[in-house]
């Protein structure tokens, strides 16, 4: 097998230190060198190990993606002239079974580098890692923030209040004045229910039956815990997006254009930008994309027999931001709204949801690479397109609702 890298490096990397093999190649008859090293995961241990490897004239360095452990290492490295630094996916560099050991697994690593047979993970530009850090942040902290609403809301159960029975919005602006007076000491519920503010007027009698409960001082103080960790939520959520709208100024073109297909608002869109680099040339084809995003069948099939095409795991913040979109795109009277409903019918609603998360990658990748707006089919594009089929489907429907049908052609 030919030998792309003479001089190569492979890193197993774990929390507090790495097993580093130099590998160097042999000439003629005498086989190649590799020599196993440990260095501390520390920065300054860092520094020095770029030393060795520079001295060591190495020109393509592999590691191994292990939780965040693999960071700065890579971070570090990354920078050095001349060297291909290669993040790559543990389960596409797996060992021979029984020879499992940090220094086996560097050697490894080592030798797949020499000979070319590793494909470095996607991993974008600093400017995109930053925004990515931050639109995570955001989605973890709005998803803490629900986690703390619905506490409230098993809170206000347990003292009998059934304040979101009759209040579409568990912290609207009546909701948050009578939880405020029921912390401050109120107990009336006529009085409590007068606070409610505009159309929830109308539900007065409703709310008086629904603040009738057994609200104690126990029940205060943990609504007040769980309303200040809401609001401090909100406040970093706020700051966290007057973060990102800087981070985004570069990408502001490419927001616009997703933001254009229906269910896609600006938080959705920045995932998807924080988490594909909005840069499409990386992806070779909207399959790739979509590949990454883990909306693909999977691929396992031996002697001629598949065994199996489940999905394989992807970007899972790519994914939890598409996934988001699927119960609003579902009620839209549009061409993906349509396919969704059309999907759910025939396959399911988890299939469905899944096609319709590759059909929005593969519009965002066709959008994003042409710079073009995105322009609907309609919810009769299909119907369009095979007009028979439809023409059967409605008349089986009409049989089955127990009616004899018969064509004529309009005039």
């Given at each position: 097998m030919d030998v792309l890298h003479p001089r190569c490096a492979g890193l197993d990397i774990s929390k507090k230190d790495a097993k580093v093999c130099v590998r160097v190649a042999g000439s003629g008859r005498r086989k190649a060198s590799e020599v196993v090293t440990t260095w501390s995961s520390v920065t300054g241990s860092i520094l020095r190990l770029r030393e060795h490897l520079e001295a060591e004239q190495v020109t393509c360095v592999v590691m191994e993606a292990t939780g965040d452990y693999w960071k700065p290492f890579y971070y570090l490295l990354e920078d050095m002239p001349g060297v291909q630094v290669m993040l790559v996916n543990a389960q596409a560099v797996k060992n021979v079974p029984g020879r499992k050991t940090d220094v086996n697994d560097a050697t490894w690593l080592a030798q797949l580098?020499?000979?070319?047979?590793?494909?470095?993970?996607?991993?974008?530009?600093?400017?995109?890692?930053?925004?990515?850090?931050?639109?995570?942040?955001?989605?973890?902290?709005?998803?803490?923030?629900?986690?703390?609403i619905q506490r409230l809301e098993k809170l206000l159960e347990d003292a009998g209040l059934k304040i979101t029975s009759v209040t579409s919005n568990t912290l609207g602006v009546s909701t948050r004045l009578m939880l405020e007076s029921l912390i401050a000491g109120q107990r009336d519920p006529v009085t409590l229910a007068d606070l409610a503010k505009g159309s929830l007027r109308r539900k007065i009698p409703q709310l008086i039956d629904a603040l009738e409960g057994r609200f104690t001082a126990h029940h205060a103080f943990l609504a007040r815990t769980h309303l200040d960790l809401i609001d401090s939520h909100d406040q970093a959520i706020a700051a966290l997006t007057g973060k990102i709208e800087e981070a985004m100024e570069p990408f502001r073109l490419a927001r616009d254009l997703l933001t254009t297909i229906p269910g896609i608002g600006r938080p959705t869109a920045d995932v998807i930008i924080a988490e594909t680099g909005a840069d499409m040339t990386r992806f070779p084809t909207p399959a790739h994309l979509a590949s990454r995003a883990g909306v693909v069948p999977g691929n396992n099939e031996s002697a001629g027999k598949v065994r199996s095409t489940k999905t394989r795991p992807g970007n899972k913040h790519l994914q939890g931001a598409l996934g988001a979109c699927m119960t609003s795109i579902a009620k839209t009277d549009t061409f993906l709204g349509a396919r969704h409903r059309r999907l759910t019918r025939r396959r399911g609603a988890l299939r469905a949801n899944v096609a319709t998360q590759h059909a929005l990658l593969v519009i965002a990748w066709n959008m994003l690479t042409n710079g073009t707006l995105y322009e609907d089919l309609g919810t009769d594009y299909h119907d369009r397109r095979h007009p028979q089929q439809a023409r059967n489907r409605a008349i089986r429907q009409l049989q089955e609702l127990g009616y004899k049908v018969t064509l004529e052609p309009a005039a």
């Open positions: 580098a020499a000979h070319g047979l590793v494909r470095a993970s996607f991993l974008p530009p600093e400017p995109i890692r930053h925004l990515r850090d931050l639109t995570r942040t955001r989605t973890a902290i709005t998803r803490e923030r629900t986690r703390e």
